[in-house]
């Protein structure tokens, strides 16, 4: 019998890497997350494939980009046969256990129209073993525990809802009606840990994954006010929103789709001040620590059980959030701010690396080939993702990518959204792909628009210099690499599959 290998895969919503790693971690009480990043290995360049929520979990438990999933907006379909990490860990022999959500719109041609999975995007991706729901929009387990627990709340949106101190009215910042033991953090971290022990003798995959911080920003207390405002560095933007507008016709929308009313509940005048982008900014920060605190629980029961050495232990954001840079919030853009997430794995053996930082481009479509590979389960040829194994070992190979590449549909089929109205575009050209270098980063359109391009050493994402004569070249020579990208990882599912007379033969898209 071989060593022990459990996978423990933990994915934070909505968490920007700058607050792991960055200008903002330098304000952050994230302790449990620094003590891992010590004995682990950080990846620093790493992002999001395509945003938001269902679309970016896709991607990073298919492996695959969304251009060929195309489950590309939060209620498309996944294809029912898309294997993915669960499906693939099966064959392993692992059960794939589920302790939160992957935001998967179930395949209506498998289901009945009846189903009551076709009626929300937030259902398990096929192959998971739910074994704890905790859902943005359901949260049954939750809610009950709360009112087992003797809460009065009369709609599920009021949890959202700051609560004043009995004689003035409500702040953006006031604590959440629950407190902090029972909030869903804390609900989710408990149910895993009194799930987890009996397993201590078996082989075990776990997808643990955490809400916080995606909006509602609402903190039980003490995390709603444990940051001052005052004391936080001010959103990265141009001077008004009309000066980010001007850089590109994309903006107007991007910049009027979600405000700092959009963050909370309750407050629907709520005005973009420094004040409360501020304010909002601190509670985000709140909820990190939150967050942190109950990963150090985990973590020291992995060590307390004797499991830590035989767990592969991944940390990872399912994309970013624009906090009120370029006077933006969400991740319905281009900046880094809504791909750039954190990546930290800890190798069971890799002592030798623990406390390294990999410097390579790599993307979440990287993380489900990691994780099969070190299980030694084979990787389908549909995933576009490698292995990070070489990395974690200080050994790049000698075709790794050099650049990330990131996709973005800005469309609604029901309903067209702002982008499409202010653009003039449809469910088909409304969308875009973003390709990165060391010092470029490109944005082309579907559509028949400008494309974007920042320069890193001269302005960066505050410019887009994409019809500056001098930048020509580099702008023909970012376009050509894209459509290479593009070219170079279409949809493999069948493309090396030969039928034979001896019947069908694979060969392996990434030979070693």
Known sequence: MGPRK??????????RADCVFGDLARHMEIPNLRALMADAVTFDRHFSVVNPCG???????TGQYA??????????PLRHDTPNVATEMRKAGYVPMLFGYT??????????????????????????????EMRFEMSFPWRSHLINRGYD???YADVYKPVAPEGRSRRINDPAFYRAEDSDTAFLTDRFLEVMPAYRDANWFAHLTYIRPHPPL???APFNDMYDPASLPLPRRLDTPEDEIANHPFFGPTIAAKTPADNVVGFPELAATDDTIQALRAIYMGLITEVDQHIGRVVQFLKDSGQYDDTLLIVTADHGEM?????SWSKFTVHDAAFHTPLIIRQPGNVA?????VNQPVETIDITPTILDWVGQGVPNSMDGRSLLPLLQGETPQDWRIQSFSELDFSEPQAPTLWEQALRTGPSDSSLSILRDGRFTLVEFAADLPPILYDFEAGGDSVNVADRPEYQADLARMSRLMLRHRMKNMDHTLALVSITPDGPREALRNRQ
């Open 6 to 15: 459990n996978v423990l895969f933990i994915v934070i919503d909505q968490l």
């Open 55 to 61: 679309p970016s979990r896709a991607s990073l438990l």
């Open 67 to 76: 251009m060929n999933h195309r489950s590309v907006r939060n209620g498309t």
């Open 103 to 132: 935001d998967t719109a179930q395949d209506p041609r498998v289901r009945h129209e009846n189903d009551p999975a076709l009626r929300s995007y937030e259902y398990p991706m096929n192959g998971f073993h739910e074994v704890v």
């Open 153 to 155: 709340f009369d709609t």
């Open 218 to 220: 609402v903190a039980p």
């Open 323 to 327: 906090l009120g840079d370029h006077h």
């Open 353 to 357: 690396r623990a406390g390294t930082v």
